[in-house]
T-cell receptor, first 109, second 115 residues
Framework: QKEVEQNSGPLSVPEGAIASLNCTYS??????FFWYRQYSGKSPELIMS????GDKEDGRFTAQLNKASQYVSLLIRDSQPSDSATYLC?????????FGSGTRLLVRP | NAGVMQNPRHLVRRRGQEARLRCSPM?????VYWYRQLPEEGLKFMVY????????ESGMPKERFSAEFPKEGPSILRIQQVVRGDSAAYFC?????????????FGEGSRLTVL
């Protein structure tokens, strides 16, 4: 069973801090990884994708991928209360995405 | 702005009834995924379809669940003889034929409650 594992949280950080979200995966065949954000009662929306080892930055978000360790992370700099949501990590596996259970982030004003 | 459209948004059924959930993909998208999300859990893959073809149904329960994506009209996820454990949010996502697998566009979901 191919899996993506995340700590369910909640991860609580003060406004302005860096939030660090982590994810591990079991399928060594996975090549592409994604972070989706889901607000309560809403649908997931894609915020970052990463395909190669290293870092990828987009505004306040940085995704990191280490294929040797099968580890993906998302850093959110200058966290805002509006970032409070559940963050879902996903990896590709045979033409579909396998999602983790999500980490709930709470940014305290 | 024609995004992924799902209906109904909320559906209440009694045990033993049938539930039909519909999904119209984004314009130009020919592939549809269905995912199920239980409360406080992640998204579980159910089925991957293109028009008139089921590509991967490895996540579908063996009984009572079926899905189709006809040449004309929306994709339909059908649950027969619903049980309380079927209560969940069912999300549809679409992707264009040439798009990256992971760049899924999700609908708002259909929330099924089984009494």
């Amino acid at each position: 069973q191919k899996e993506v594992e995340q700590n369910s949280g909640p991860l609580s950080v003060p406004e302005g801090a860096i939030a660090s979200l982590n994810c591990t995966y079991s399928d060594r065949g996975s090549q592409s990884f994604f972070w989706y954000r889901q607000y309560s009662g809403k649908s997931p929306e894609l915020i970052m994708s990463i395909y190669s080892n290293g870092d990828k930055e987009d505004g306040r978000f940085t995704a990191q991928l280490n294929k040797a360790s099968q580890y993906v992370s998302l850093l959110i700099r200058d966290s805002q209360p509006s970032d409070s949501a559940t963050y879902l990590c996903a990896g590709d596996s045979s033409y579909k995405l396998i999602f983790g259970s999500g980490t709930r982030l709470l940014v305290r004003p | 702005n024609a995004g992924v459209m799902q209906n109904p948004r909320h559906l209440v059924r009694r045990r033993g009834q049938e539930a039909r959930l519909r999904c119209s993909p984004m314009k130009g998208h020919s592939h549809v995924y269905w995912y199920r999300q239980l409360p406080e859990e992640g998204l579980k893959f159910m089925v991957y379809l293109q028009k008139e073809n089921i590509i991967d149904e490895s996540g579908m329960p063996k009984e009572r669940f079926s899905a189709e994506f006809p040449k004309e009209g929306p994709s339909i996820l059908r649950i027969q003889q619903v049980v309380r454990g079927d209560s969940a949010a069912y999300f549809c996502a679409s992707v264009g034929q040439s798009s990256n697998t992971g760049e899924l566009f999700f609908g708002e979901g259909s929330r099924l409650t089984v009494l």
